[in-house]
């Protein structure tokens, strides 16, 4: 059974920086995409970016790019997300996703974590 975890969320200032992590496991991954995702109250769940199996394809929201770095550790199953410069309107909960092993980064997405909460305050 797949099984994603996440991890590293928390309450941070505007300005400052967050790590999350996500370990994924149960089966083997390779050419597996990873990705993150975000919902805000009231708003619906947003793509904020993916990097397929070797990390040499990424993908970044226009609202994250140049702030937020994806990468990944495939020897561990991990992916993380650096996020820095970070704004309240980057308050949201974190869901790491797991691709379908066609290594496309954007998906279809077909196991996911149970979130993590990330706050920044003005």
């Known amino acids: 059974q797949v099984q994603v975890v996440e991890s590293g969320g928390g309450l941070v200032q505007a300005g400052g920086s967050l790590r999350l992590s996500c370990a994924a496991s149960?089966?083997?991954?390779?050419?597996?995409?990873m990705g993150w995702f975000r919902q805000a109250p009231g708003k619906e769940r947003e793509f904020v970016t993916g990097?397929?199996?070797?990390?040499?394809?990424?993908y970044y929201a226009d609202s994250v790019k140049g702030r937020f770095t994806i990468s990944r550790d495939n020897a561990k199953n991990t992916v993380y997300l650096q996020m820095n410069s970070l704004k309240p309107e980057d308050t949201a909960v974190y869901y790491c996703a797991v691709g379908s092993g066609n290594d496309n980064v954007f998906g279809p997405y077909n196991y996911w974590g149970q979130g993590t909460q990330v706050t920044v305050s003005s």
């Open positions: 149960g089966r083997t991954f390779r050419r597996y995409s």
């Open positions: 990097i397929n199996w070797t990390g040499g394809n990424t």
